[in-house]
């Protein structure tokens, strides 16, 4: 196709023009042998023959030129742009966001979650603020107390020497014998603010006023934590209080058996909110938030939030985590257990010493989670973290967004990461606004499952301005994802490396951007090194340099898929005619098939095939039952002596400038994989 021709044809982008996109291409052309050929004669190119039908039979449609209308492929939902991915109907409460063709749904009204009084907070789900645990009481102490005299009574303003009666109740918790409590006992906390540490058996309650009012402060003692939690008889009970602002943990339970934290905030406390350790030992939270964990004053270490450990069982319900340190939920070990619903984790800032990490969640070496309904926002490093063999993570209505890069040096701040055997299943999961990778899979036996998904809006890293995935697949790790919308990502839709294997099945790869600092990359789908893609119903669009991009020793093989907008890549430092591409399928030293394809809209090669001396994998390229279309070469070959009948299997080329050329083009690199 004449210089002329190309420039009427380039496909404008949305929010660029035409003329935009021509002055990178002009470049990019002046550098190819084929434009002298070009202006040598009106039809411009000599041309390999390709047949514009591709039928073996030679059949025709009963068009006047003879051609086979191929039929596009088999999508049901391409012309509504996305997969029918059902994040919808949100969960009780959430807010219904309608974004580009998906509904999505968020936990906080439009204006996001309110800034409280004294003894509230803003649960997910709900509309605004309201009192931790309930409203406080007219009286000193909680409304609903037993009447069977099991109650030991504790006010401030009593006088000294009092004997846990209501007439005459003890002036402060460190009166009272705890040891020597019995199973069912009450212990009633007026409101006031009390010095000391409690050391409570199993079975033995303790019911402060209300958060707002009632508060324990621990002390400068040995104590490891403001309340540690015994073995005994039946459940500990902490109900209507606030700890906090102390230079100890909030709660410690350690082969204390089953505790329950009811209408509790934690807050300022020093190295964990709670830490629970041992197999017989579970914690059940209800009405909780943790915030402000301080790290240790020594040496700046920990600072979480809720940290399990050998075999623990947490269940939390209408649970808020928030500006903790190191982690926010923190759980490691065989056997331990952890169950989220209606939770928030968020705002985690890094190790002070050390000025890393800042994970929302994190999960290893052989723990559980599963999260329901469940937002993790404005972390650092990464909002969910799991790692370890045995490792499983479950994910149902999550939202992990805006995670944030180390403040140590500008890099990370990925949604989820997955490693080194770990799993993670995850249906109706929104992952938004993160930085570096939104998902991030690594190592062999991590495998990851997506079902009902979007992810969407990686940036670059903030160090280099690099990378911005939106899933990144490598060694040896494994990915299935069904319907899911990869929306607005940056260098990458989804990179796959080092023998990683993903199945993908009504999948939408839209709008990849370059990286901003170079312009380079922006492609659509890519496997390298030995990676696998198998893959039905898939729709990539808008991408820059590549749309699907196969490369050294890599199989895709997609069927029933759409390609269409390649653009060039957006240089930033003209002239860089090396880098601008723009075509639909790249098979470099490495295998591609198509079946039931539309490829439309490259702007250089609808497919290239490329073999080079530097490596020994073979080009294996065959298509089948498609449509190569508007590109300026349908086919750019670049491998001698290949079986262009591999190219012409019901394959039709259509409105191309070029049905088949032969000219050497230059060779796409291939993306930077991750260390780790």
């Known amino acids: 196709m004449c210089p002329e021709a190309l420039r009427e044809r380039v496909p404008p982008r949305a929010g660029m023009s035409a003329m935009v996109i021509w002055p990178l291409m002009a470049p990019y052309l002046s550098m190819w042998p084929l434009i002298a050929m070009l202006a040598a004669q009106p039809g411009c190119a000599d041309e390999t023959p390709v047949s514009d039908g591709g039928a073996s039979d030679g059949a025709s449609d009963g068009n006047a030129d003879g051609r086979v209308s191929m039929a596009p492929p088999d999508i049901p939902w391409l012309g509504e742009g996305v997969p029918p991915i059902m994040l919808a109907p949100c969960p009780p409460g959430w807010r219904e966001v309608v974004a580009d063709g998906v509904t999505e749904c968020d936990p906080y009204p439009l204006e996001g979650p309110a800034t409280c009084e004294a003894g509230e907070a803003h649960f997910p789900g709900e509309p605004g603020c309201r009192p931790i645990g309930g409203s406080c009481p007219t009286g000193d102490y909680a409304s609903e107390l037993p009447t069977d005299g099991s109650v030991l009574y504790v006010n401030a303003a009593s006088a000294v020497g009092g004997d846990g009666s209501l007439a005459a109740p003890y002036r402060g918790p460190s009166e009272i014998d705890w040891i020597a409590l019995s199973p069912g006992t009450t212990v009633a906390i007026a409101k006031g603010t009390y010095e000391g540490t409690l050391r409570v058996k199993g079975g033995v309650r303790i019911v402060g006023a209300c958060v707002r009012d009632t508060r324990l402060t621990g002390d400068t003692g040995p104590a490891p934590a403001v309340i540690t939690v015994l073995g005994g008889v039946g459940d500990a009970v902490v109900q209507g209080l606030t700890i906090g602002a102390t230079a100890q943990r909030g709660l410690l339970v350690e082969g204390g058996g089953p505790v329950t934290l009811d209408g509790v905030l934690i807050e300022r406390t020093t190295s964990a909110g709670i830490r629970a350790a041992g197999d017989d030992t579970s914690v059940t939270l209800r009405d909780v938030v943790i915030r402000d964990t301080q790290p240790l004053a020594g040496d700046g270490t920990f600072g979480r939030g809720i940290t399990l450990q050998e075999g623990v069982d947490l269940t939390a319900n209408r649970l808020v985590i928030r500006g903790n340190h190191d982690t926010g939920v923190f759980a490691h070990g065989v056997g331990t257990t952890v169950a989220l619903t209606d939770a928030v984790v968020r705002d985690t800032q890094p190790t002070a010493s050390t000025r890393t990490s800042g994970r929302g969640i994190g999960v290893q070496s052989g723990a559980r989670l599963t999260a329901n309904r469940v937002l993790v926002s404005g972390n650092r490093e990464v909002g969910v973290y799991t790692s370890g063999a045995g490792t499983d993570v479950i994910l149902t209505h999550v939202v992990v967004r805006d995670t944030q890069p180390l403040s140590s040096d500008a890099t990370a701040g990925r949604g989820i990461s997955v490693r080194s055997g770990a799993r993670l299943a995850a249906t109706g999961l929104l992952v938004a606004g993160n930085h570096d990778i939104g998902v991030h899979i690594s190592r ?67 709008n990849t951007q370059p990286q901003p600092g170079t312009g380079d990359f922006g492609r659509g789908l890519s496997a390298q090194l030995g990676a696998r893609l198998d893959g039905d119903r898939l729709a990539v669009d808008a991408s820059f340099g590549a749309g699907v991009f ?127």
Do not use: K
Not at 449 to 459: A, E, G, N
Not at 461 to 476: L, P, T, W, Y
């Open 550 to 676: 196969s490369h050294t020793g890599s199989l895709i093989d997609l069927r029933d898929v759409s390609i269409a907008e390649v653009f060039p890549t957006a240089c930033t430092t003209p002239p860089c005619p090396e880098r601008a591409y723009g075509h639909g399928a790249v098979a470099l030293n490495s295998a591609l098939r198509l079946t039931g394809f539309h490829i439309r809209d490259a702007v250089t090669c609808g497919v290239i095939l490329i073999s080079t001396s530097a490596s020994d994998a073979p080009v294996a390229v065959d298509l089948e039952r498609g449509i190569v279309a508007a590109a300026e070469i349908g086919v750019c070959l670049q491998v001698d002596g290949y079986d262009i009948g591999r190219l012409q299997n019901d394959v039709e080329y259509r409105d191309n400038g070029t049905n088949l050329d032969s000219t050497m083009l230059p060779v796409p690199p291939s993306g930077d994989g991750i260390s780790g």
């Open 444 to 510: 062999a036996g991590a495998a990851v499952t997506l079902t009902d998904s979007v992810i969407r809006d990686t940036q670059p890293r903030e160090s280099d301005g690099a990378f911005g995935r939106g899933i990144n697949v490598q060694f040896e790790a494994e990915l299935s994802a069904m319907r899911v919308l990869v929306l607005r990502n940056h260098e990458h839709g989804a990179f796959l490396s080092d023998g990683a294997v993903a199945t993908m099945t009504d999948v939408a790869v839209r």
